[in-house]
Each structure stands twice: as structure tokens, then as C-alpha cells.
């Protein structure tokens, strides 16, 4: 395909080869062509780099949704930390209430049986007087036994011719003896219905005292349970704030790692454009092998062949005489020079 030449020596039955072969003349031209281009191309670009952003940063709105949900974060807790102390009060007040209905429920069922009752009601009849209520009572129709009946009985013993008659003393002392009997029932159903009254109030406190301190161990327990209740959900809400709290903070770290990952990207990026520029350049001018050296070696009926691809500045100076002017003399003006020592 390509012009080349070929040597040989031989001797005691070794023989050696070499042959190199160059591009094939009529290439010349397209390659010079294409390479000049490709140095075009890549002047071009290197004086017109891009100037943008590479990769884009964290944003405001970004923080401050991080900020909120961080200041959420402490709200929550706080608001968690704030229903444990209460509800830490609550149990202990619903403690106390539950221990004294407790306490008061077991010493008033322990004293509601009849003894006690009777002697409740003995001390609370024991603070009046029947006597004196019966006489009270009785005060009016004593009068009336005084100043009415007792005087007619002697009227009417008169009148039948009994003056100064034992009959009308008789009748007299029936008289005040009847009167002397309806005072003390009297007073003994005074007595009584003190005493019943004692007996039914003793009953109707126990009763009351025993709903009273139900209903106070009742409140203290339904307490406790509202204060553990509390507690809990203020644990949990305390538990939620942290994690809401980690969240945020971990969010404004990955936007801190974000920024730096995107200044570094965009500070790269400019060089990887370089890069690749370069590497379009080289895949050009030095990504295609246009010659060669095949040598080879025989001995007897063995024969081993090595095929060597000489380095692209060969290729140039070897195939392609022609691109003197491109390169210059040797010299940093050309492509040689700006290439520099890249094709070593």
C-alpha cells in the first residue's frame, strides 16, 4: 500500500528481515489536511473555553427549608420535654389522691359494721334533751291543764255539791298523772328519733365516705394514667424532634458537601475540557499508525516475526516529508512545537 524498503543477512543457516513501510503517498495531502484542522479545532477551543457552571450548588430556599425544619425540630422537643414535666406532675398528684381514697376507702369500710354505728348514734342523741324538748312541747297544753281543766273539775264539783270533795282531787291527779304520761312518751319519741337520726346519719356518712374516696382513687388513678400517658407522648414527641433535629442537620450538611463538591467540579471543569480537547487532538494525529517495521528471524525451519509500530514523530518525519511546512524546521513555531514533547 505505502512505499517502503527491506534488508536481510543471513549466515550459519540464521537468516534475518527487517522492512519498513511508510503511508501510501497519494494520503499525504488528506493527512496533512485533517491534521491541520484537528490543530485548528484545538486552538479554537483552547481560546474559547467555557466559562459556565458545571455542576449546580446548593440554593437558598434549600437552607432555609433545612432551617425550618431544624427550628421545627426544637419546637417539637421542647414541646416533648414540656409534656414529660407535666406529665410527671400528674402521676405523682394522681399518686397521692389514689393512696389517700385508698387509704380513707380501707378504714371507713373497716369501721362500717353496727357497733360503731349504734355508738354514733348514741353520741349524736346524746346532744339533746328529750325531757326538755317534750316539755317544750308540752308547754301549751300544760297551761291549758292549768288554767282550764283542773279549774272545771272543781267548777263542776261544786255545782253538784262537792265542794272540798275527794273526787275532785281524784280527778285532778288523773288529770296531771295523764299529762305527766304524754310528756315522757314525748319525750321518749324525741329520744328516739335522735337516736335513729344518729343511726342513719353514722350510715349516710359511711356511704359518703366511701363514694368519696372511691371516686378520689378513681380521679387520682384516671391522673396517673393521663400523666403516663403524657409522659409517653412526650417522649415519643421528644425522640421525634431529635430525629426530625438530625434530619436537618444532616440536610445542611450534604448542601455544605454539595457546595463543595460543586466548586470543585466547576473548578475541574475547565481542565477536563482542556483535557478532552487534547485527547481529540492526539486521537487525530496520533491514534492511527500509518507505517511500520516488520522484522523477523529463521533458523533452520523455525522462523519467529515481530512487527514494531514506530512512534508518531517517525511516521511524520519517515511518511509524510511533506508536512516540513506544518511543522516548521524543527523549531517551536509549528505544530511540533506547540505539541512539545507530547508524541515522545
Known amino acids: ?111 362500717n359494721t353496727v357497733d360503731n354505728h349504734i355508738s354514733n348514734a348514741q353520741k349524736f342523741a346524746a346532744g339533746f334533751d328529750p325531757n326538755a324538748q317534750a316539755k317544750a312541747a308540752m308547754l301549751g297544753a300544760k297551761q291549758d ?9 272543781y267548777r263542776q264539783g261544786s255545782a253538784a255539791g262537792g265542794i272540798n270533795s275527794s273526787n275532785a282531787a281524784l280527778m285532778q291527779s288523773n288529770a296531771e298523772a295523764k299529762f305527766g304520761q304524754q310528756e315522757g312518751a314525748l319525750a321518749n319519741q324525741y329520744a328516739a328519733q335522735e337516736y335513729n337520726q344518729g343511726y342513719t346519719n353514722s350510715q349516710g356518712t359511711t356511704n359518703s365516705n366511701i363514694q368519696g374516696y372511691g371516686a378520689l382513687g378513681a380521679l387520682g388513678s384516671n391522673m396517673y394514667s393521663g400523666g403516663n400517658n403524657a409522659v409517653n407522648s412526650g417522649v415519643s414527641n421528644t425522640n421525634t424532634g431529635a430525629t426530625m433535629g438530625v434530619n436537618a442537620a444532616n440536610g445542611t450538611q450534604s448542601l455544605n458537601q454539595l457546595k463543595n463538591t460543586s466548586d470543585l467540579q466547576n473548578y475541574l471543569g475547565n481542565y477536563k475540557l ?17 507505517g511500520g517495521t516488520t522484522t ?44 512539545g514533547g507530547l508524541f515522545k
Open 145 to 153: 291543764l292549768s288554767d282550764s281543766t283542773i279549774p272545771n273539775i
Open 274 to 290: 482542556s483535557q478532552d480537547n487534547l485527547n481529540n487532538l492526539w486521537n487525530i494525529i496520533g491514534g492511527k499508525s500509518w
Open 296 to 339: 523477523g528471524t529463521s533458523y533452520g525451519t523455525q522462523q519467529q516475526q515481530t512487527q514494531q509500530t514506530p512512534s508518531t514523530m517517525s511516521t511524520i518525519g519517515s511518511g509524510l516529508g511533506a508536512l516540513g511546512s506544518l511543522f516548521g524546521s524543527g523549531g517551536s513555531g509549528g505544530l511540533l512545537g506547540s505539541l
Open 1 to 111: 500500500m505505502g512505499a517502503g524498503n527491506s534488508s536481510s543477512s543471513s549466515g550459519s543457516n540464521m537468516q534475518y528481515s527487517s522492512q519498513t513501510s511508510n503511508p501510501w503517498s497519494p494520503q499525504s495531502g488528506y493527512l496533512t489536511t485533517a491534521w491541520q484542522n484537528a490543530q485548528d479545532a484545538y486552538a479554537n477551543q483552547q481560546n474559547n473555553q467555557y466559562k459556565g457552571q458545571f455542576a449546580s450548588g446548593p440554593t437558598s430556599d434549600q437552607y432555609g427549608a433545612y432551617s425550618t425544619a431544624s427550628n421545627a425540630a426544637m419546637n417539637v422537643m421542647n414541646s416533648g420535654s414540656n409534656q414529660q414535666s407535666s406529665g410527671k406532675d400528674y402521676m405523682t398528684q394522681g399518686a397521692n389522691y389514689s393512696n389517700a381514697g385508698a387509704t380513707g376507702l380501707s378504714d371507713t369500710l373497716a369501721g
